[in-house]
């Protein structure tokens, strides 16, 4: 059984400019949600997909934007970067069968993300 | 809407004492809780997880927590602590449609 990869583990980038970063989930797994971790604090919910349709978004603004696959695997993309998106990127999947709350999330190992 | 509160942010115990992390929730109705745990540049392991079958939960690694109703806590607790638990720590409820809200962090020092 795959676990939960992120792709890349680390990336610059430069204030204005946009990301994409890459997830795909476990094995069996058809949801996926995104959470940011700035240093030193824990991570925040930035939304999530089930079923290649977005269900749920934390507080975050429209230019962070998301897709999933018919593989389930996702994409997260921040256009317009600013200095305070710099943080650790972190992807998480797990079985949504319509939003049974104590269904595990696995985490990737994340994207650590800097903008200068 | 859903919360904890991690009580401490730095708890320093020695090798092969108990470990004590605490956790409070505010929930409207029966929570699903988790306790994760995030070693250095390392994503998050689940370590433990209450949803109301058993209101003591036993965990990875010797883990384990007890979901306190009447006090609305869900302290993570270890006979003995192992170098390697030293990390920080993460008390999470989970809401309906698995958004998990996550607690600032307890990190844990083990000393020799």
């Known amino acids: 059984e795959t676990g939960v990869t992120q792709s890349p583990t680390h990336l610059i980038k430069t204030r204005g400019q946009q990301v994409t970063l890459r997830c795909s989930s476990q094995s069996g797994h058809n949801t996926v949600s995104w959470y940011q971790q700035a240093l030193g604090q824990g991570p925040q919910f930035i939304f999530q997909?089930?079923?290649?349709?977005?269900?749920g978004r934390g507080n975050f603004p429209p230019r962070f934007s998301g897709l999933q696959f018919p593989n389930y695997s996702s994409e997260l993309n921040v256009n317009a970067l600013e200095l305070d998106d710099s943080a650790l990127y972190l992807c998480a999947s797990s079985l949504g069968a319509g939003g049974e709350p104590s269904y595990e999330q696995y985490f990737g190992p994340g994207t650590r993300l800097t903008v200068t | 809407a859903q919360s904890v509160t991690q009580l401490d942010s730095h708890v320093s115990v020695s090798e092969g004492t108990p470990v004590l992390l605490r956790c409070n929730y505010s929930?409207?109705?029966?929570?699903?809780l988790f306790w994760y745990v995030q070693h250095p540049n390392k994503g998050l392991q689940l370590l433990l997880k209450y949803t109301s079958a058993a209101t003591l939960v036993k965990g990875i690694n010797g883990f384990e927590a007890e979901f306190k109703k009447s006090e609305t806590s869900f302290h993570l607790t270890k006979p003995s602590a192992h170098m390697s638990d030293a990390a920080e720590y993460f008390c999470v409820v989970s809401d309906a449609s698995q958004k998990l809200v996550f607690g600032t962090g307890t990190r844990l020092l083990v000393s020799p």
């Open positions: 997909y089930y079923r290649e349709e977005e269900n």
């Open positions: 929930s409207s109705y029966s929570p699903s």
